[in-house]
């Protein structure tokens, strides 16, 4: 057996190993994508559930003077819904799950709208708890961004209140932080508050 031989030989197994090697990377983001769509189904139908919505009306309907006087029932629900769009926000931010999919499909409408009804509440909470819910304000920064960018309008109408939420959300006082800010931001306050 010549050179040749051996040559030709190894350059099959480097063919024969780099398919192999896409074939993997092919049936890997085959079944990623099988399970980026299986949770966001499940996401889906837990948000789509009657008791998130009876949750999301109830937040709707509450006056900004009654956020200091909720009873413990209403704040374990609305910490439940909270909780899943913290969730939401950190799979989104993991890329477990597609971040259009997930504003566009899931709740990014609902996010931004929760986040205006929600600010006093969330506000008070961060400030009794200390980290508090940073996946959905980072989700919501980033569904308003990408509304404002396809300019889409998120309205927020209840009663005789219709506000056009994209908008209204760029002022600093209501514009939810990046992860990025709110880190930055929980890191000096400890620092501010050992000093």
């Not at 409408?109 to 996946?135: N, S, V």
Request: hydrophobic letters at 40%; one cysteine or more.
């Amino acid at each position: 057996m010549d050179n040749t031989f051996w040559q030709a030989v190894t350059a099959l197994s480097v063919v024969v190993l780099t398919i192999g090697f896409l074939v993997g990377i092919v049936k890997y983001l085959q079944f990623r994508r099988r399970d980026d769509a299986k949770l966001a189904i499940d996401l889906f139908r837990d948000f789509r559930s009657d008791e998130f919505k009876a949750v999301i009306r109830s937040i709707y309907s509450v006056k900004p003077e009654q956020w200091a006087t909720l009873a413990d029932y209403q704040r374990v629900r609305i910490d439940h819904l909270v909780d899943w769009l913290n969730l939401l926000g950190a799979v989104t931010r993991n890329k477990e799950i597609n971040e259009n999919l997930a504003i566009e499909t899931l709740a990014g409408p609902t996010a931004i709208r929760c986040w205006y009804r929600l600010l006093p509440y969330l506000r008070q909470e961060t400030e009794r708890r200390g980290f508090y819910c940073d996946a959905f304000e980072d989700f919501t920064r980033r569904s308003l961004a990408h509304f404002k960018q396809k300019n889409v309008p998120i309205w927020f109408n209840w009663g005789t209140e219709r506000i056009e939420l994209v908008k209204l959300l760029q002022k600093p006082e209501f514009k939810p932080r990046t992860m990025e800010e709110i880190r930055g931001s929980t890191g000096s306050a400890v620092q501010d508050k050992a000093s």
